[in-house]
């Protein structure tokens, strides 16, 4: 089924150590994204990507590690994994150019705790 | 700073008990305000964009307006499984991605 896969769904890990949610979108839409979202914030930007080989920051991008190698796959990595990054992450995609005339659709989610 | 704020955080209704959600945004030249759903568990679903003050539009029971300040989402008639958190969104720097309120979680009560 067409769509944005996540994965892991659930992931427990400790502190320090190296964590990386997987994405996979099978639209071949340009844009692709990473949001986490915490109680009392809200869904808030870590990093998207405009094609393959183009990535950049959003509102939240310290700690985190992005790459875009393929269109349809956006890995997001906790590169040492602290408190602070226990969240619900949502990756993302939406068809080339501008918002208006577009719009965003989200996976499930990935939910990690750190330990 | 771009803003998009929501009230209430919390509305609690009755099955058949209309009302309205608020989003107002402090977003300089307004290119489109989105409206989400998400269900506990889920990622956030796709409901509508509106893109000019006087625009709305409708979905079952759901309609979305906006202003040249604000948008609202009416329910009218709710039912129970319209029950979720709405989350509406704007986009933000660089017009390629959005924006998020903290979202407005609506129960039902049958």
């Known amino acids: 089924d067409a769509g944005i896969t996540q994965s892991p769904r659930y992931k427990i890990t400790e502190t320090g150590r190296q964590v990386t949610l997987m994405c996979h979108q099978t639209?071949?839409?340009?844009?692709m994204f990473w949001y986490r979202q915490d109680l009392g914030h809200g869904l808030r930007l870590i990093y998207y990507?405009?094609?393959?080989?183009?990535?950049d920051k959003g509102e939240v991008p310290d700690g985190y590690v992005v790459s875009r190698s393929k269109t349809e796959n956006f890995p997001l990595t906790l590169e040492s994994a602290t408190r602070s990054q226990t969240s619900v992450y949502f990756c993302a995609s939406k068809p080339g150019g501008p918002i208006s005339g577009n719009t965003i659709y989200f996976g499930e989610g990935s939910w990690l705790t750190v330990v | 700073e771009d803003q998009v704020t929501q009230s209430p955080e919390a509305l609690r209704l009755q099955e058949g008990e209309s009302s309205s959600l608020n989003c107002s945004y402090t977003?300089?030249?307004?290119?489109?305000l989105f409206w989400y759903r998400q269900d506990p568990g889920k990622g956030p679903e796709f409901l509508f964009t509106?893109?000019?003050a006087g625009e709305e539009k409708e979905k079952e029971r759901l309609k979305a307006t906006l202003t040249k300040k604000e948008s609202f989402l009416h329910i009218t008639a709710p039912k129970p499984e319209d029950s979720a958190t709405y989350l509406c969104a704007a986009p933000g720097a660089g017009s390629y991605q959005l924006t998020f309120g903290k979202g407005t979680k609506l129960s039902v009560i049958p």
């Open positions: 990507s405009a094609a393959a080989d183009i990535t």
């Open positions: 639209w071949s839409h340009s844009y």
């Open positions: 977003v300089s030249g307004l290119r489109g």
């Open positions: 509106l893109y000019s």
